[in-house]
């Protein structure tokens, strides 16, 4: 097509031949190759001109809003390729919305206007299970866990671990909680399944405990601790969430959690997902 646009432009075989940077005899055979697939004569040749046939300017037409569109599907594509356009399907654990999320969402959907952001509500033992099996790009998980070859972690952002108490308890009103305190109290949980990187951080800071309940979200956990079933270790940024009538005390030592970007080490979006991470980075650093 760019070779007919040249010469229907020019109308002179040898013109259009020097206008393309090679030899006549090549671009007369491709015109000729052309004329044979549409199966009409686009141009009118003698010794001294070349004109178009009336097929020959009805494709000069055509041609260029083709190649105009071939053009703009490139961009495109290029805009794929390098991250400025697609999708991106991002997982998160609930503790996120109070510390980086909102952060990042803003950040991304500015940066990248034209990538449609999926987020998903997920613990970190769901978003690493929906991870391998490629059903998400990139998850926000709690604390580090042994993962597999395909995966790869980034550390976001580190927050210490509180104890969240009802008001009412002996302990409440103390600047810090020791471990061994802790060990005498009745424990709100997560199943492991669901949470494990976080339970094994957990004990790494505080020992066994005594759990008697396991929740999802710490959200419920909080409403029983405001119950009076128990107490829970959860992340610092809680504070945010907690009523009145919980306490949330330091923890002797402050140990601390760590939010995790997690994702594929190879995949369909690796240009936007750097650009969603690197987004991370930033809100995280902004706190």
Do not use: W
Request: proline share 7%.
């Amino acid at each position: 097509m760019r070779y007919f646009i040249a010469v229907a432009e020019e109308l002179h075989f040898g013109r259009a031949a020097a206008r393309l940077h090679m030899s006549q005899p090549p671009l007369s055979v491709q015109i000729g190759r052309l004329e044979d697939e549409i199966g009409t004569p686009l141009f009118e040749r003698s010794t001294r001109h070349v004109v178009l046939t009336p097929a020959g300017t009805h494709l000069q037409g055509r041609a260029r809003a083709l190649l105009e569109n071939l053009e703009q599907i490139r961009d495109e594509m290029r805009e794929f390729a390098t991250g400025i356009a697609g999708e991106i399907t991002a997982g998160f654990v609930s503790s996120a919305n109070y510390t980086v999320l909102p952060g990042v969402v803003q950040l991304f959907r500015m940066r990248r206007e034209q990538v449609a952001l999926k987020l998903m509500p997920l613990t970190s033992g769901e978003q690493l299970e929906r991870l391998s099996a490629g059903a998400l790009d990139v998850g926000i998980v709690r604390d580090e866990y042994p993962l597999d070859d395909a995966l790869a972690a980034e550390v976001i952002y580190e927050e210490r671990l509180v104890a969240c108490l009802p008001v009412g308890h002996p302990l409440a009103a103390q600047r810090e909680v020791s471990p061994d305190e802790i060990a005498t109290m009745p424990i709100i949980s997560y199943p492991s399944s669901l949470m494990p990187g976080y339970l094994e951080r957990v004990a790494q800071a505080v020992g066994p405990t005594d759990v008697v309940e396991e929740v999802v979200h710490q959200e419920t956990a909080l409403g029983f601790v405001a119950a009076g079933v128990g107490a829970s270790i959860l992340p610092e940024s809680v504070r945010q969430l907690a009523p009145a009538s919980i306490a949330v005390v330091p923890i002797a030592g402050s140990p601390t959690t760590r939010l995790l970007a997690v994702y594929p080490t190879r995949g369909r979006v690796g240009a936007i997902r750097e650009a969603f991470v690197a987004c991370l980075h930033e809100a995280a650093a902004s706190l």
